[in-house]
C-alpha cells in the first residue's frame, strides 16, 4: 500500500482553550480516525484508508500544531500492541519521512549532503520485521509496533521459511531490520487456492503479508510464499562503515537483501526515476523509493527525530487529485451494524472512468475532513480503481456551504 505507509499513532491529550473552539473540535477528530487508522494498519492488518487520505489527514493535523503548537503533546510512531505478545526493541524503529516531488527531494540532498553518496532502494509494501540473530541463530523476530515495542513473530517467520534458522560465519550478534512481503506469485497462487476452495478472493498482498504472521497454524504459513528482504543493519560487532558494505554482509550471511544502487547525489533523482519506471518489472509491490545516505557514520551525525531518520527519506508517487462538489451525504450500514458515510459529489471522471460517490471511513473521518455540503474537494481513484476523497479546497469556500448533520440511528 503503503500505506505504505509511514503511518502515526497520535497520542491521546488535552486540548488546551488557546484555541478556537472549531480548531479543538477537528483536532479532536483528526486525533481519533488518525489513532483508529494506526491502529487498523499495525495492528489489524485491514488498513482502513490509502496513504493518499491517511496523508492528507496528517498534513491537516500537522497544520493545526503549526498554527496552535499547544494542541500537540508528542507523536510516537505506530500503534500500541497487544501487552501479551510486546517486546522492547533494542533502539527506536522509526517511519521514514515521505516526500511528493523532486523539488522536496532536492531539498532533503541539499540538507544532508551534496557531497555524499546516496542508497536508492525500492519501497516494499509489505510489513516491518526486525530480525535478532545471536552466534548465527535467528532467537527472536519483531513487528514494528509502536516503534519502541513490538509483537512477537518468531514462530511465524521461522514457519514462513522466508529467511534462515541459522547463518554460516555471522558476527556473534546480528541485528536486521527488512520487510515482510508477499511476491505477486505468491498472492495469485494463493487466490487460486482459495477460488478452488470456494473462498473469496483476497485484495491486497500487503495485507497478507501482515495476516499470515498473525497466523498459528505453521502449515498454512508456509504454503504462503512469503518473502523477506533485508533493507538495513541495525547491530553488528564489528558494524562495517557504509550502508552498501552492510548489505553485503548480510547478503554473504545468506540473508536476503533489497535491491540497492549507490550514486552520487547528482545521479539521485535520475536513479529514482528509473527505479520508478521499473516498477511493473518487480515481482513484488512498491509503494515508492527509498533513498539513504550511504555514510553510517554520518547517518549517527545527523541523527533522528521522534518520528524518522533525518538520513533517509521515501519517495512517493502521488495520484493527480480531481477538483468536484460535494451535493450530499448519506449513510449506509454494515453487516456489523456499523454506519459508514458516503459521499455524493458532482460526476467527474478520472482515469477514463466516470465517478460521483466516495465512502468515507467514520463520522470521525468526516469531521475530521471538515466537509460540508457545497464545498469543492480533491478525489483520487485509489490504486486506479477506489474512488477517494483526499481533503477539500478551502480557498474555493464561499461562505455558503452547509454543516452535515450526525446521522439518526
Same mark, same amino acid.
Given at each position: 500500500?503503503?500505506?505504505?505507509?509511514?503511518?502515526?499513532?497520535?497520542?491521546?491529550?488535552?486540548?488546551?482553550?488557546?484555541?478556537?473552539?472549531?480548531?479543538? =473540535?477537528?483536532? +479532536?477528530?483528526?486525533?481519533?480516525?488518525?489513532?483508529?487508522?494506526?491502529?487498523?494498519?499495525?495492528?489489524?492488518?485491514?488498513? %482502513?484508508?490509502?496513504?493518499?487520505?491517511?496523508?492528507?489527514? +496528517?498534513? =491537516?493535523?500537522?497544520?493545526?500544531?503549526?498554527?496552535?503548537?499547544?494542541?500537540?503533546?508528542?507523536?510516537?510512531?505506530?500503534?500500541?500492541?497487544?501487552?501479551?505478545?510486546?517486546?522492547?526493541?533494542?533502539? $527506536?524503529?522509526?517511519?521514514?519521512?515521505?516526500?511528493?516531488?523532486?523539488?522536496?527531494?532536492? +531539498?532533503?540532498?541539499?540538507?544532508?549532503?551534496?557531497? /555524499?553518496?546516496?542508497? %536508492?532502494?525500492?519501497?516494499?509494501?509489505?510489513?516491518?520485521? %526486525?530480525?535478532?540473530?545471536?552466534?548465527?541463530?535467528?532467537?527472536?523476530?519483531?513487528?514494528?509496533?509502536?516503534?519502541?515495542?513490538?509483537?512477537?513473530?518468531?514462530?511465524?517467520?521461522?514457519?514462513?521459511?522466508? %529467511?534462515?534458522?541459522?547463518?554460516?560465519?555471522?558476527?556473534?550478534?546480528?541485528?536486521?531490520?527488512?520487510?515482510?512481503?508477499? $511476491?505477486?506469485?505468491?498472492?495469485?497462487?494463493?487466490? +487460486?487456492?482459495?477460488?478452488?476452495?470456494?473462498?473469496?478472493?483476497?485484495?491486497?498482498?500487503?495485507?497478507?503479508?501482515?495476516?499470515?504472521?498473525? /497466523?498459528?497454524?505453521?502449515?498454512?504459513?508456509?504454503?504462503?510464499?512469503?518473502?523477506?528482504?533485508?533493507?538495513?543493519?541495525?547491530?553488528?560487532?564489528?558494524?562495517?562503515?557504509?550502508?552498501?558494505?552492510?548489505?553485503?554482509?548480510?547478503?554473504?550471511? *545468506?540473508?536476503?537483501?533489497?535491491?540497492?544502487?549507490?550514486?552520487?547525489?547528482?545521479?539521485?533523482?535520475?536513479?529514482?526515476?528509473?527505479?520508478?519506471?521499473?516498477?511493473?518489472?518487480?515481482?513484488?509491490?512498491?509503494? *515508492?523509493?527509498?533513498?539513504?545516505?550511504?555514510?553510517?557514520?554520518?547517518?549517527?551525525?545527523?541523527?533522528?527525530?521522534?518520528?524518522?531518520?533525518?538520513?533517509?527519506?521515501?519517495?512517493?508517487?502521488?495520484?493527480?487529485?480531481?477538483?468536484?462538489?460535494?451535493?450530499?451525504?448519506?449513510?449506509?450500514?454494515?453487516?456489523?451494524?456499523?454506519?459508514? $458515510?458516503?459521499?455524493?459529489?458532482?460526476?467527474?471522471?478520472?482515469?477514463?472512468?466516470?465517478?460521483?460517490?466516495?465512502? /468515507?471511513?467514520?463520522?470521525?473521518?468526516?469531521?475530521?475532513?471538515?466537509?460540508?455540503?457545497?464545498?469543492?474537494?480533491?478525489?483520487?481513484?485509489?490504486?486506479?480503481?477506489?474512488?477517494?476523497?483526499?481533503?477539500?479546497? $478551502?480557498?474555493?469556500?464561499?461562505?455558503?456551504?452547509?454543516?452535515?448533520?450526525?446521522?439518526?440511528?
Amino acid at each position: 500500500m503503503l500505506r505504505k505507509l509511514v503511518p502515526v499513532l497520535l497520542a491521546a491529550h488535552l486540548i488546551c482553550s488557546a484555541a478556537p473552539p472549531e480548531v479543538e =473540535q477537528q483536532a +479532536r477528530a483528526l486525533q481519533t480516525v488518525l489513532r483508529q487508522a494506526d491502529d487498523a494498519y499495525f495492528n489489524q492488518h485491514q488498513p %482502513v484508508m490509502t496513504d493518499a487520505a491517511y496523508d492528507a489527514l +496528517r498534513t =491537516q493535523y500537522d497544520r493545526l500544531l503549526a498554527d496552535y503548537p499547544e494542541l500537540s503533546a508528542g507523536n510516537p510512531v505506530g500503534a500500541p500492541v497487544a501487552e501479551s505478545s510486546r517486546v522492547a526493541h533494542a533502539a $527506536p524503529v522509526l517511519s521514514l519521512e515521505k516526500v511528493y516531488s523532486d523539488n522536496d527531494l532536492t +531539498r532533503f540532498l541539499r540538507k544532508t549532503g551534496t557531497n /555524499l553518496l546516496y542508497c %536508492v532502494e525500492p519501497k516494499l509494501d509489505g510489513l516491518t520485521v %526486525v530480525l535478532r540473530y545471536r552466534n548465527g541463530l535467528l532467537v527472536q523476530a519483531l513487528t514494528r509496533g509502536d516503534g519502541k515495542t513490538g509483537a512477537d513473530v518468531t514462530s511465524a517467520v521461522l514457519a514462513s521459511g522466508a %529467511v534462515p534458522a541459522a547463518l554460516t560465519g555471522a558476527p556473534a550478534k546480528l541485528d536486521v531490520r527488512g520487510e515482510a512481503h508477499l $511476491p505477486l506469485s505468491a498472492f495469485e497462487a494463493l487466490n +487460486r487456492r482459495r477460488a478452488e476452495n470456494g473462498q473469496e478472493p483476497l485484495k491486497s498482498p500487503r495485507n497478507i503479508a501482515s495476516g499470515t504472521l498473525m /497466523l498459528t497454524d505453521c502449515a498454512e504459513i508456509a504454503r504462503r510464499g512469503l518473502e523477506f528482504q533485508a533493507f538495513d543493519l541495525l547491530a553488528a560487532d564489528p558494524m562495517p562503515a557504509t550502508h552498501t558494505e552492510a548489505l553485503a554482509l548480510l547478503k554473504k550471511n *545468506g540473508l536476503p537483501v533489497i535491491e540497492s544502487v549507490t550514486v552520487p547525489a547528482v545521479d539521485v533523482l535520475a536513479t529514482v526515476e528509473n527505479m520508478n519506471r521499473r516498477r511493473a518489472e518487480f515481482p513484488f509491490v512498491t509503494d *515508492g523509493v527509498v533513498i539513504k545516505v550511504n555514510d553510517l557514520a554520518v547517518r549517527n551525525r545527523l541523527g533522528a527525530t521522534s518520528h524518522h531518520p533525518r538520513s533517509a527519506i521515501a519517495r512517493k508517487y502521488e495520484e493527480t487529485p480531481v477538483q468536484t462538489r460535494l451535493l450530499a451525504v448519506d449513510w449506509s450500514r454494515g453487516a456489523s451494524g456499523k454506519l459508514t $458515510p458516503v459521499a455524493h459529489f458532482e460526476p467527474v471522471e478520472i482515469q477514463g472512468a466516470l465517478v460521483q460517490r466516495a465512502s /468515507l471511513y467514520s463520522l470521525e473521518h468526516l469531521r475530521a475532513m471538515d466537509l460540508k455540503i457545497g464545498d469543492w474537494m480533491n478525489v483520487i481513484r485509489s490504486g486506479g480503481t477506489v474512488p477517494e476523497i483526499t481533503g477539500i479546497c $478551502p480557498e474555493r469556500r464561499t461562505g455558503r456551504e452547509t454543516a452535515i448533520p450526525d446521522p439518526v440511528e
